[in-house]
């Protein structure tokens, strides 16, 4: 690898990242999604005790370190949180790059898969939260560049630095001890496996799981969410033979479309170029494009959302959790004829990743699936837990992107549209990404002007960031005195014990005993217009 193209990669890449982080602004200090819940964690450990709420499911310990160490200068607040992960988005695209230019694209190519992870919806929106999927992703890269130095360098000490990525990726979500099982599993192919690697691969993510077991277990005592939803909800899930057959071929199929949308660009750069369509007559190539058109049949186009719980959905990107959503501005994300092109355009995509060139290297094989080893397998547990969201394919999406460029780069493509494709995709990510952050923090302000004219915070219902913000701890200690893990329903912890105001995108109110007290505007890049929260309150707080 040229260590001066590299450098001038690593540069034009963070000089992108940084514009797109400064045109968003991300310093809002308001919480995001869930992040509200993991954010509890950093509160309490700053007060010196490491908490997992009850209701998170991830381990969270280095994630909750992580975000610790940025408020240590100034205190707690969501931007620095928000700051931490930005931080890691960074390292996230410095090591993809990284992991392209060993595996032999060229500087184009590479810098093409980068930035199309920048430009992917999902990987842009979670940089901007303290959600534990781009921290996951940070560190399943870095195991994937420390396993493939150790591969093509025949290493021991990066295979070992390898295992320590896998043990952090562990202490943020629990799948991140896969990505031991995965080098071991690439080691055994390859026939490289003995004791020493098995050792230095598999022996300190092990040591950490064991050692989270005994803190968990015995010292922090198990949560509502380990007990409830990683176990009973999984295993009531795996135990329904006809239901999890049905959501198994929902997720693949959602799934594998999703990935085939994140690597349009390379597919657009290869059908503009001279025989750009020869890679479709791959033997794989009309098998997966039946089945797709099988499943799109069935299931309709992108996006495949449960309802507005999605990062992608038809009200612009990220979780939705007040009322009107349907009154929300959403410019391009409300047009159907726009998802049903990408769904075509994604069904491209995923008949053309499992494609190679003829005549591939034997080596070149080994060293892609030694980088799929820390970015594929430990994604194989969303296909049968509880719930499945779209951002879980945030890993397999940039492996998806380094196959694309790996393949693009061996094949005659158009430069110039692959990377405009790329640009306009990052254009609607960044602008679903400003809406997103515009809309909080306007629904945030509503709630908090409910609050300075005499309503209590938890009378107020403004999402569930609020209410997870201010009632959740103290109504699960309620439902914890009277009730069993068991019997405590999802999200039941989420529900006020009553409700004198709430937030709504819908101008009407919900019902006659409320009244419109404030209306919140905010600019939405997603519209001409700006758009709107509306604060409505009870008579009993004019």
């Given at each position: 690898m040229d260590r001066s193209s590299a450098a001038r990669g690593l540069l034009l890449l963070s000089g992108v990242f940084c514009l797109c982080v400064a045109l968003a602004g991300p310093l809002r200090d308001v919480p995001l999604d869930d992040d509200w819940m993991y954010a509890l964690s950093v509160r309490h450990l700053l007060d010196g005790t490491l908490v997992i709420p009850e209701f998170a499911s991830p381990t969270l310990v280095a994630h909750a370190a992580w975000g610790a160490l940025f408020c240590l200068p100034r205190g707690f607040s969501h931007s620095a949180l928000r700051l931490s992960t930005l931080v890691l988005a960074w390292v996230a695209l410095a090591l993809l790059y990284l992991i392209a230019r060993r595996l032999r694209l060229s500087p184009k190519s590479a810098l093409a898969s980068s930035l199309?992870?920048?430009?992917?919806?999902?990987?842009?929106?979670?940089?901007?939260?303290?959600?534990?999927?781009?921290?996951?992703l940070a560190a399943s890269l870095l195991a994937g560049y420390c396993f493939l130095r150790s591969v093509q360098d025949e290493s021991g000490g990066w295979l070992l630095a390898a295992s320590l990525a896998s043990a952090w990726a562990f202490l943020i979500r629990q799948p991140g001890v896969l990505i031991a099982v995965g080098m071991v599993l690439h080691l055994a192919w390859t026939r490289r496996l003995d004791r020493k690697r098995f050792g230095l691969s598999a022996a300190v993510p092990l040591a950490a799981v064991a050692a989270h077991a005994l803190w968990f277990h015995f010292i922090h005592g198990q949560t509502w969410a380990s007990a409830r939803y990683n176990a009973l909800g999984t295993l009531s899930h795996l135990s329904q033979p006809a239901g999890l057959a049905v959501d198994l071929t929902l997720r693949l199929g959602a799934g594998v479309l999703m990935l085939g949308a994140f690597v349009v660009p390379f597919v657009v750069a290869l059908l503009a170029a001279p025989q750009g369509g020869k890679w479709l007559k791959s033997k794989w190539s009309l098998p997966a494009a039946l089945a797709l058109a099988f499943f799109v049949y069935i299931f309709g186009p992108l996006p495949y959302s449960p309802d507005t719980s999605g990062i992608l959905n038809s009200y612009g990107l990220g979780t939705i959790t007040i009322l009107g959503a349907a009154q929300k501005p959403a410019g391009v994300f409300a047009w159907r004829w726009a998802w049903g092109v990408l769904t075509l355009l994604a069904a491209l995509g995923a008949a053309y990743l499992p494609t190679l060139p003829e005549g591939t290297e034997r080596e070149d094989r080994r060293d892609l699936l030694a980088a799929a080893a820390a970015l594929v397998l430990p994604a194989a547990p969303m296909f049968f837990t509880l719930r499945f969201f779209d951002r879980y394919l945030l890993a397999p999406a940039a492996f998806a992107l380094l196959a694309a460029g790996w393949i693009v780069s061996r094949r005659p493509r158009?430069?110039?549209?692959?990377?405009?494709?790329?640009?306009?995709?990052?254009?609607?990510?960044?602008?679903?990404?400003?809406?997103?952050?515009?809309?909080?923090?306007?629904?945030?302000?509503?709630?908090?002007?409910?609050?300075?004219?005499?309503?209590?915070?938890?009378?107020?219902?403004a999402g569930a960031e609020w209410t997870g913000t201010f009632a959740a701890e103290s109504n699960m200690v309620r439902l914890r005195a009277t009730k069993s893990a068991a019997q405590i329903r999802d999200l039941e912890w989420l529900e006020p014990a009553k409700e004198s105001a709430y937030v709504s995108f819908a101008g009407e109110p919900k019902a006659r005993q409320f009244k419109e007290a404030r209306t919140v505007v905010y600019y939405t890049p997603l519209s001409r217009h700006d758009g709107a929260v509306h604060l409505f309150k009870t008579g009993a707080h004019p």
């Open positions: 199309a992870l920048l430009a992917c919806p999902l990987f842009l929106l979670l940089s901007f939260t303290f959600m534990t999927d781009v921290p996951f158009s430069d110039g549209l692959l990377f405009g494709a790329i640009a306009a995709g990052l254009l609607i990510s960044l602008a679903g990404t400003v809406d997103y952050l515009n809309w909080n923090e306007a629904r945030w302000g509503a709630a908090a002007a409910a609050m300075k004219s005499g309503v209590p915070r938890d009378e107020i219902s």
